[in-house]
Nanobody
């Protein structure tokens, strides 16, 4: 049974930092493309960042480029998202996801497994 469990969310002021972590069980993260997505109230779920199966490629949404960093820890079987210079518009529930397909993608619909999410709130 595959489980992805996010942690690290919370309340932070504008300009602050948070580090999200996604712990995987039932799958080995190095064998999947792994991504972070977010969803704000009343909005669709959107792509944030992803790291390829090989670990050699990362991709970021334009809105977070230069502020967020995705990383994989094979020993811990986790995916982390370091978020710096946070803005109120980063407020959302953040989800970790795994894609078993061949194509390294940002498309929400192509990810196979999802966590329950962790809330990030950035106050102005």
């Amino acid at each position: 049974q595959v489980q992805l469990v996010e942690s690290g969310g919370g309340l932070v002021q504008t300009g602050g930092s948070l580090r999200l972590s996604c712990a995987a069980s039932g799958l080995t993260v190095r064998n999947y493309h792994m991504g972070w997505f977010r969803q704000a109230p009343g909005k669709e779920r959107e792509f944030v960042a992803a790291i390829s199966q090989s670990g050699g490629d990362t991709v970021y949404a334009n809105s977070v480029k230069g502020r967020f960093t995705i990383a994989r820890d094979n020993a811990k079987n986790t995916i982390d998202l370091q978020m710096n210079s946070l803005k109120p518009e980063d407020t959302a529930a953040y989800y970790c996801a795994a894609d078993a397909g061949y194509i390294f993608t940002q498309r929400v619909s192509l990810y196979d497994y999802w966590g329950q999410g962790t809330q990030v709130t950035v106050s102005s």
